[in-house]
């Protein structure tokens, strides 16, 4: 009988009956910036969406939403704010465009991604709206840039080096114990990383 070959997907799922997956906890992490909004006064928090192929940006708007229906807040879809700059470099840029031109008044911006509210922050800049004396914008990765922007962005940090550090222990585990193992999905934990954005 041939042995399956160890394996674990990373930053992804799959419903396979013996595959392990390692993700950060997006839901959660969603939820406590949507909170940090809530708890700085906002009540009128808008989200910039990434594409729903992605389950790490889907499960950023459940956690997004969870948090306001807790708070009591209602989810205002017109303050949901689709991705339309697929393929296009400034992602974040026509979407935070399209928020503004919708005639509906919001008081923060949570963004799917770093990258999407680098792209919105750009687009506040273009209207001489000010962030965040105006509007508070939020992001979701910490990459690197997000700490020097003008002003830097509050976001959430997902831990990227243990992420690949867990995986690999799993790996490891599973190369050393052949046994069969059902699935497993591990959950790796965010922080959020308050700057003057949010």
Do not use: W
């Not at 910039?48 to 229906?69: D, M, P, T, W």
């Not at 867990?166 to 790996?171: E, F, G, K, M, P």
């Amino acid at each position: 009988m041939q042995q399956p070959i160890p394996s674990i997907l990373v930053d992804t799922d799959t419903t396979a009956p013996r595959m392990h997956s390692i993700m950060p906890d997006y839901i959660r992490g969603a939820y406590e910036a949507t909170n940090h909004l809530i708890a700085k006064g906002h009540q009128r928090i808008a989200f910039i969406q990434g594409s729903n192929k992605y389950r790490s940006l889907v499960e950023r708007f459940h956690g997004y939403a969870c948090a306001l229906l807790d708070a009591g807040i209602p989810i205002d879809h017109n303050l949901i704010q689709p991705a339309i700059s697929s393929g296009i470099p400034n992602k974040g840029f026509r979407e935070m465009k399209a928020l503004l031109e919708g005639g509906h008044e919001f008081d923060a911006v949570f963004c799917a991604s770093d990258r999407t509210a680098l792209g919105a922050l750009d687009a506040l800049r273009d209207k001489q709206i000010r962030v965040p004396e105006d509007l508070a914008l939020m992001g979701f990765d910490n990459v690197a840039q997000s700490g020097h922007t003008m002003p830097p962005l509050t976001t959430v940090d997902v831990f990227k080096t243990e992420l690949g550090v867990r995986a690999i222990d799993i790996l490891h585990q599973q190369i050393n114990d052949s046994s069969e193992q059902l699935a497993v999905r591990t959950l790796t934990q965010t922080q959020l990383v308050v700057r003057q954005s949010a």
